[in-house]
């Protein structure tokens, strides 16, 4: 079964930085766009960013615009999401998980998502 293995979460006060990374057990990431999402407790799964094979990223959610930035590093086979000035609305577990479909386009729908990862604690306290 393909699956995805997120690291590098952790607790961090606000106004900290983390970085996400995520990795493939047992297949290449190079031919996969790739979505993170997150979960805070309560609250549904939101879209937060998205990055094509080439490596153009799309950040959904409104207020991680200019904090969160994807990447990707073909020749390690991962793929990161750094996010600076954290706050504590950032809160959540983070997935990340391989697109369905062209690599090369991106979509805040998890449906067209597959392999997802067990996902990685983020807390940023105040």
């Known amino acids: 079964q393909l699956q995805v293995v997120e690291s590098g979460g952790g607790l961090v006060q606000a106004g900290g930085s983390l970085r996400l990374s995520c990795a493939a057990n047992?297949?290449?990431?190079?031919?996969?766009?790739i979505g993170w999402f997150r979960q805070a407790p309560g609250k549904e799964r939101e879209p937060v960013s998205c990055i094509t094979i080439t490596g153009d990223t799309t950040n959904y959610a409104d207020s991680v615009k200019g904090r969160f930035t994807g990447s990707r590093d073909n020749a390690k086979d991962t793929v990161y999401l750094q996010m600076d000035s954290l706050k504590p609305e950032d809160t959540a577990v983070y997935y990340c998980?391989?697109?369905?479909?062209?690599?090369?386009?991106?979509?805040?729908?998890?449906?067209?998502?597959?392999?997802w990862g067990q996902g990685t604690q983020v807390t940023v306290s105040s």
């Open positions: 998980a391989t697109k369905s479909g062209s690599g090369y386009v991106c979509s805040p729908s998890a449906g067209v998502f597959h392999s």
């Open positions: 047992g297949f290449n990431l190079d031919f996969y766009a």
